[in-house]
């Protein structure tokens, strides 16, 4: 199967995060030709952007 990244450049879809409400963002031309990614953007709380394991526990544990 064969997807046309380029179709897709700039769409935001939902997901990505089972802890949060993140968001992924496809860049087509990230890294020049044929290069691309998927931009995932988590909520300020969420404990995949919080550094140790331990940090995420107590991140978790605030928010609630
Ligand atoms: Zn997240």
Redesign the pocket.
Known sequence: MTININALDGLTLPGG?E??Q?EQKIDANWGGRGIHRIAIT??NW?P??NGSNRAARRAARRHR
């Open positions: 995060c802890h949060c993140a988590h909520d969420c995949r952007i």
